[in-house]
């Protein structure tokens, strides 16, 4: 697995636009259809070791896509208040008019 920001990836070479690329975070494998969002959060941590895999497995199940998108939607408009070691995930700050 390995982990780039949106801005590194020619979006054509992966089938996505430039607007769906910096909207959410992908899980891109060959061979596979991209998936975003919650999806990839849940492909990511399949991918991990136990236990984490098993959270990814529960949170890919079909009742839960709902439970496990609204979750995604949270932790993704409240990205600026968790605690980040480099900015990547980061929002540009809205400039204020003085």
Same mark, same amino acid.
């Given at each position: 697995?390995?982990? +780039?920001?949106?801005?590194?990836?020619?979006?054509?070479?992966? #089938? =996505?636009?430039?607007?769906? =690329? *910096?909207?959410?975070?992908?899980?891109?494998?060959? #061979?596979?259809?991209?998936?975003? #969002?919650? $999806?990839?959060?849940?492909?990511?941590? $399949?991918?991990? *070791?136990? &236990?984490?895999?098993?959270? #990814? =497995?529960?949170?890919? +199940?079909?009742?839960? $896509? &709902?439970?496990?998108?609204?979750?995604?939607?949270?932790?993704?408009?409240?990205?600026?208040?968790?605690?980040?070691?480099?900015? +990547?995930?980061?929002?540009?700050? &809205?400039?204020?008019? +003085?």
């Amino acid at each position: 697995m390995q982990v +780039v920001t949106s801005v590194s990836i020619d979006p054509a070479a992966v #089938g =996505l636009t430039r607007r769906q =690329l *910096d909207e959410a975070a992908w899980w891109l494998a060959a #061979g596979s259809e991209p998936l975003g #969002g919650a $999806r990839a959060v849940a492909a990511a941590l $399949r991918a991990c *070791d136990k &236990p984490w895999a098993y959270v #990814g =497995l529960a949170l890919d +199940v079909r009742m839960f $896509r &709902p439970l496990a998108r609204r979750g995604y939607l949270w932790v993704a408009a409240n990205r600026h208040r968790l605690p980040s070691g480099n900015g +990547v995930c980061g929002l540009p700050r &809205p400039s204020r008019g +003085v």
